[in-house]
């Protein structure tokens, strides 16, 4: 086949972008939420035993948000912001966090798959615990890293206030 031939030629061998999910977002893609678009700069995938949940790291200028996906009966979305709030181990079964009670709901150990700017910590284990308020309508969630404890503040989002764009294949 010449050249002007594969230049005109109404046969294309692009591959075919897969629709994105919440579960199936991939580094390189962008997600809108609340009318601001992010790239999604790394990607953690922790699994507990049987269990497996996903962490994707959205940046927009300098924000930087975490979207949370898993599939427990139904899917489960959250939206994560870094807080700055000690806490030692074991975790504490209530935690207060700007005037609101949280209430311990799990905690375990989880091995990770980082991508993208997670990938430092691929192949770690961290010791998580997530709390949420009586409502169920604010988290927090704790990740142990080593000696280092990372907290963040969290509330539900719905699926449809998503719009997610492939970024790569």
Known sequence: MG???????????????K???ALTIQVGDIVTYDLIDYEVVG????RDGGYEWLGYQL???KNTLWLSAEMDDELELGIYKKIQLPVSTPYPKEMSYENRKYYLEESGKANVVGEGRSANINGSQTHYADYSDSEEEHFLSFET??????ASYGYPIEEFELKILAGTI
């Open 43 to 46: 990607k953690i995938t922790y």
């Open 3 to 17: 050249f002007f031939s594969k230049l005109f030629s109404s046969k294309k061998d692009k591959p075919e972008v």
């Open 59 to 61: 940046l927009e200028g």
């Open 145 to 150: 890293w080593g000696t280092e404890t990372e």
């Open 19 to 21: 629709e994105r999910t």
